[in-house]
């Protein structure tokens, strides 16, 4: 079999990474343009939806932070505790911009509000969202379903449960729901689509008629939830994927990967100070590394073991980040293989009415993320994590020392645990 070459090779790769700075200072520009029209008006009156919320105190006083989507800037704006619970919903404010610079308007910024109250919402997603609720009597176990489904936000509360767990990335739409998603669409439409090819057109491409059919449902899913960061990146890799396999070139390489990444960058520069992003990015980079290494593998043990070198993996960044873990973590490495069946299993339940079924299994394993325990991670080991998994790139060897690295980190966070 002839393999399938590199995207790019030498100098070319040079010219890409200068076509990419290129756009990247055009996208850049453009949004200086859009922060010094936003910011030239001192105050601001937005429409925005209530993303997170959660309680702070300072001195003897207490109060909600609140962070919100307004559409073209995230702002965080603190309340006072009667507004009551505002997650998920709409509010009007006005907010002061006097101390806005542009770093603050690509990362979102902190500023003060007036004139804050709830709006009436009727919009699709909110329908779609009190249908969901409906279906479960337990609060957490309706916001877990609403964020597998439409992106909605979780309480802090219900993320340190989830992430005590390991189960963060399965409890909020990702990337990996958008791969799980793809597949089932495909394997749908093409019972549906093949035999009428078959017949009526059999000189067309149908498994490249059947990709665009995918792609178009799923471009109009990732626009329903506001292209979300992780499913940006999904949804990018997913085009650039096909686009390079359905030519030839090698689809499973970093450097596939680097260039996708650039490209999404280049366009949205707001996407770097997106945590989920690169988060998102890190899992397939983990992936992409161990099939660089041993893609000749038997493919069951390919199934197995890259499901627990990835965890292994992934750890130093979830207790750098979030500090939480629990004995039950390492059981998260089950709970992914079983959620490709679980995911649309549930959206068949909840479409067709049934969507309580598993309501007493979650809430059983959302028990067990009560026992939780914090454990750091230091800044020494988790950058030198990262400089290994670089390394392991070129040299095996190196590969052979990060898994040892990454379990010495389990270990310790096993040891850990109160």
Not at 37 to 55: G, M, R
Not at 265 to 292: E, H, M, N, T
């Amino acid at each position: 079999m002839i393999a399938r070459p590199e995207l790019f090779r030498g100098r070319d790769f040079f010219y890409v990474l200068l076509g990419f700075f290129f756009i990247f200072l055009l996208s850049l520009s453009y949004e200086y343009l859009s922060y010094k029209k936003f910011a030239a008006q001192e105050n601001v009156s937005l429409t925005c939806k209530v993303l997170n919320q959660y309680e702070k105190s300072r001195f003897s006083s207490r109060y909600f932070m609140l962070k919100l989507d307004c559409g073209e800037a995230m702002i965080y704006t603190a309340k006072g505790l009667g507004i009551g619970d505002v997650m998920e919903k709409e509010v009007s404010a006005e907010f002061s911009l006097s101390r806005l610079d542009f770093l603050g308007y690509l990362k979102g910024f902190y500023a003060k509000s007036t004139d804050f109250h709830l709006l009436e919402s009727e919009s699709f997603k909110s329908r779609l969202n009190a249908f969901i609720a409906a279906q479960h009597e337990d609060k957490d176990i309706a916001t877990i379903y609403k964020a597998l489904f439409t992106a909605a936000p979780q309480n802090i509360e219900l993320r340190q449960k989830l992430s005590s767990l390991g189960v963060s990335h399965l409890m909020a739409i990702s990337g990996f729901h958008l791969g799980v998603l793809s597949g089932v669409l495909f394997f749908l439409f093409g019972w549906i689509y093949r035999p009428i090819a078959g017949r009526y057109f059999p000189y067309r491409h149908a498994n490249r008629d059947l990709f665009f059919i995918v792609a178009f449902f799923l471009f109009v899913y990732v626009w329903f939830l506001d292209f979300t960061p992780s499913l940006i990146r999904s949804f990018g890799m997913l085009l650039v994927g096909y686009f390079l396999h359905d030519r030839g070139v090698k689809i499973i390489s970093m450097q596939t990967l680097f260039l996708t990444l650039l490209l999404l960058v280049a366009f949205f520069p707001k996407l770097l100070f997106s945590l989920a992003f690169w988060l998102s990015a890190s899992g397939v980079f983990y992936i992409f590394l161990f099939l660089l290494h041993f893609s000749k593998m038997n493919k069951f043990a390919i199934f197995v073991l890259l499901s627990i070198f990835v965890y292994l993996a992934m750890l130093p960044f979830s207790l750098y980040i979030f500090g939480i873990f629990s004995l039950m973590h390492p059981l998260s490495i089950v709970w992914s293989t079983l959620f490709s069946i679980f995911y649309p299993l549930s959206i068949l339940l909840h479409v067709s009415g049934f969507g309580g079924v598993f309501d007493v299994w979650l809430l059983k394993l959302l028990s067990l993320g009560e026992l939780t325990s914090i454990v750091e991670l230091s800044n020494f080991m988790f950058f030198l994590h990262i400089g290994l998994s670089f390394l392991a790139i070129k040299w095996k060897s190196l590969f052979y020392i990060l898994v040892f690295e990454s379990m010495t980190i389990f270990i310790y966070a096993m040891q850990n645990v109160t």
